[in-house]
């Protein structure tokens, strides 16, 4: 069964070439506790990515 | 006492300023000449193009910051700049004109030992027929790049909203020109735009298009990028066109707007055809030049092709003689800011000329080009001030040549588009990217390290844009701590 935010892809359109995300995915997303480890690692990320950049 | 003029107090310009007074202390003088009164958070301006932030939220007044950091504040925009001096005598100079009611028109000689070109971009409007005329914005279209603009455009849309809730109405967000930039708040917008037409309840009665200058979907002026998402090294085309078809946009892409009419983008596309999209309401951003800063020598000559390039950014330390897209390399990009002929001055931000595009330049087949410029976003902007101060505050201590460095193809950005603005109901998409600028050598085959060029949706960035947007604020309004917050 396709999901809700799939059912506007039409064959051979623009928008069905790619990729597109599973429910899974959508309700990873917007989960709190998922989230909220995610914050410290990008966090973590861009740290390290304005460290590696000042000369 | 040196003195140390800071033309343009944007983001890059405040950035250098302030870090350079602290630096300096009273010893020395830092002037700023910028001609607004407010400071402006541009990303934020998103918001206010979508109703979620008010003018106030995004900008505060300089003249108090100023006050108390003892910078030397001109409400003024700069004219021209006399690096010899003239007949008169050698200390360089620049003309600048006020621009608060005060002082209105009154224009004044200000000497420098050392000069910041930190002027941002023109909104080159006039460069597309109805899109604009040379005082700014025209009747057809709506921008999102300066904060007036962004008020304008949120009541434009919220009167297309109430319009269909009887009635289709069409959306068309993207750049407006062959040779734009910025597609990145293009970006921002459009899904702001459809997340409050969901909000509104109107989402099925509008359609939403996409219409960029970019050969790609995702390729953002940098030829897109390769991010590390679920296991895969994938390209930014990939990840831009889910998003789009997921959230039920459709796009145009190798697009050059040539002329805007009422209701109507004229474009050309980079197969050489032709066509005509409709809408009833469009933000389309406008290319970027310099600010058309005059420069003249001892005797007065015009010298402006001397210190600055054709599209009006200053030059600097950058290899301008590269030539093809074959030749590039990353060690093309500028390094110290410096200017070449005169080395007391420095561009920083949108107003150094970049050595070439980091996309591949194309054209349609009658020659029209359809590339998209480099950016120069916020974070390599404001690292580029800081760097730059800190050359010349050691230049003023003694050093002979500039002591730092902020080259985009060895630093990274950090990019966050929010789609929404509420706490647990936006989402965002975070991306980091390291180098802005490819380095093929470094890196071959992608050009940029993969463990940090990553991109996620989720509440996530969606934090994280918020933190931005009142620590950057903060740190603007040089409030406690202000230092550790970083660019
Ligand atoms: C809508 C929008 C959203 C954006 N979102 C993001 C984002 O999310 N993340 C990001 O990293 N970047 C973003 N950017 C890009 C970011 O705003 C720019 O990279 C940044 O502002 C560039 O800094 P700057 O100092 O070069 O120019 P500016 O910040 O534009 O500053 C230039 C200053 O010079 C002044 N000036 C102009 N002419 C003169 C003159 N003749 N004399 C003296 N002063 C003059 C101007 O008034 C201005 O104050 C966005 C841009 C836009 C338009």
Not at chain 2, 140 to 160: R, Y
Not at chain 2, 226 to 246: C, D, P, R, W
Not at chain 2, 345 to 364: D, E, L
């Amino acid at each position: 069964m396709a999901a809700k935010h799939m059912e506007h892809i039409q064959p051979y359109s623009l928008q069905s070439g790619t990729m597109i995300p599973t429910n899974f995915r959508k309700f990873l997303r917007t989960c709190v506790i998922w989230q909220l480890m995610r914050f410290i690692a990008i966090n973590i990320k861009m740290t390290i990515l304005i460290l590696r950049s000042h000369h | 006492m040196a003195r140390l003029v800071v033309m343009g107090g944007g983001v890059s310009g405040h950035t250098a300023a302030t870090f350079a007074k602290k630096w300096l202390g009273s010893k020395h003088e830092v002037v700023v000449v910028t001609p607004n009164s407010l400071w402006n958070w541009i990303p934020s301006n998103i918001w206010v193009g979508v109703g979620e932030m008010k003018k106030e939220d995004v900008t505060f007044a300089l003249a108090p910051v100023y006050k108390k950091a003892g910078i030397d504040y001109r409400q003024a925009k700069a004219i021209s700049i006399h690096p010899e001096g003239n007949n008169s005598g050698d200390k360089p100079y620049i003309t600048i004109e006020y621009t608060s009611k005060e002082k209105e028109g009154q224009t004044e000689e200000l000497t420098y030992d050392y000069l910041i070109n930190a002027t941002g971009p023109k909104l080159n409007f006039a460069a597309t027929p109805g899109l604009g005329d040379a005082n700014g914005i025209g009747e057809h279209t709506v921008s999102v790049c300066t904060a007036d603009h962004a008020v304008h455009a949120s009541h434009e849309l919220h009167k297309v909203f109430q319009k269909a809730k009887t009635k289709k109405q069409k959306i068309l967000v993207g750049t407006g020109h062959g040779m734009c930039t910025c597609q990145g708040a293009a970006f921002e917008y459009i899904f702001n735009i459809e997340h409050e037409a969901k909000k509104a309840g109107v989402r099925d009665n509008v359609d939403i298009k996409w219409i960029s200058n970019e050969s790609f979907l995702g390729d953002f002026g940098m030829g897109g990028m390769h991010l590390n998402v679920g296991g895969y090294t994938a390209s930014s085309k990939i990840f831009a066109e889910s998003l789009y078809s997921e959230r039920k946009l459709s796009w145009i892409i190798g697009a050059h707007v040539n002329k805007v009419e009422k209701g109507k983008a004229h474009y050309e596309l980079l197969d050489g055809s032709t066509g005509v999209e409709e809408f009833d309401f469009a933000m389309l951003i406008p290319p970027f030049a310099g600010v058309g800063l005059k420069a003249l020598n001892k005797a007065g000559e015009d010298i402006t092709e001397t210190l600055f390039a054709p599209n009006g950014f200053l030059k600097v330390d950058a290899n301008y003689a590269a030539g093809a897209y074959e030749n590039w390399k990353a060690s093309d990009w500028p390094r110290t800011l410096q200017n070449p002929t005169y080395g007391n001055i420095f561009a920083v931000g949108i107003a150094f000329a970049p050595p070439h595009p980091i996309s591949k330049p194309m054209s349609s087949p009658n020659g029209t080009p359809i590339t998209p410029t480099p950016p120069r976003t916020g974070m390599p902007s404001a690292m580029m001030g800081k760097a730059v101060a800190r050359s010349i505050v050691d230049m003023i201590n003694g050093a002979s040549k500039p002591t730092h460095t902020a080259c985009m193809a060895e630093m990274g950005a950090a990019c966050v588009a929010s789609a929404g603005k509420g706490l647990f109901s936006g989402t965002a998409a975070a991306m980091t990217v390291y180098p802005v600028v490819p380095d093929f050598e470094k890196y071959p085959g992608i050009g940029r390290d993969i463990n940090m060029t990553t991109g996620e949706i989720g509440l996530a960035g969606h934090w994280i844009k918020h933190f931005l947007h009142f620590a950057f604020i903060w740190k603007a309004k040089l409030k406690p701590l202000w230092t550790i917050i970083p660019e």
